[in-house]
């Protein structure tokens, strides 16, 4: 687990990346600082940006002190949008042989193990000087199915719908891949693989959060960059912030446009916050 704890660090600024399987924990000392633990080194804190699905960091992230009730109630119930999906690929080299008989590559069904396909062809990819050809669908199976089943079963299952669409042609990929999200920690969670979502969720805004020694207090109301805002109001505490999509909430969460929006509002939060601390 990943642990956020407290400690008295020196007044630089810098932004440090922690990869999956880094093991977080976070907590807060009397001088406001945190500390990231990890599983390779302690990292000093004043601001700490919690960039994964808000069940993931649920999951996986322990602060000290602990989030308020309500905040903790919300994120553990913010599913991550199609964390349980699955992708196939198949890949041609002689080409999109689907657009020589006039198709786009595109199909829909309620049969077989795909529930749609599209054509994913990659103008700049290259196979013995062709552009290949691309098919991906999602699966319409569910991730307790799919796990019932082995891989290669499933990649057979999947040709099989691709010739019954686009004809024999595409019976002999030369090469097939699933990317199965269900099966990434740092995607999906058991909640999500237990409970499914049907239709798109609504998402809401995560709150910031000062992370006070002692308590964790709300911070929904102090935004770094409201120039009413003093360097007081920031610096008894690190100051959290929640970016990704699922923390997007302006009709945009779960949406890759949620999770660019979510990213520029984060990093311009904590450019103002560093900017206020230097004051």
Known sequence: ALQIKSADCSRTYKTTNIGPNSGIEAACDERGWSII???????????????????????????????????????????????????????????????DKGLNGEGFSGHGPLAEVHDACQPDMR?????PGILFGFFRLDAATRAAQ??????????????????????NPSFTHIEDWSKQPETCTQQDIRSGVRGHPTYEELPSLMLVHGQAEAASSLDPRDVAGSRQDFDKGTYVVFCGSESCGDGN?????????????????????????RG
């Open 127 to 131: 196979i013995m000087g062709k552009t």
């Open 150 to 171: 082995s891989v290669n079963k499933l990649k057979e299952d999947c040709v099989k719908q691709l010739v019954e669409m686009f004809g024999q042609q595409a019976s």
């Open 37 to 99: 633990e990890t599983t390779t080194s302690p990292i000093c804190a004043r601001s700490v940006v919690v960039a994964v699905p808000p069940r993931v960091a649920a999951a996986t992230v322990s602060f000290q002190p602990d989030l308020p009730q309500s905040l903790s109630n919300q994120m553990h119930l913010t599913p991550t949008w199609m964390a349980n999906s699955a992708k196939f690929f198949a890949v041609y080299p002689e080409g999109p042989f689907w657009r």
């Open 253 to 277: 969460g779960g949406f890759m446009e949620g999770a660019v929006k979510s990213g520029m509002e984060a990093a311009e939060k904590i450019t103002a916050l560093c900017e206020k601390l």
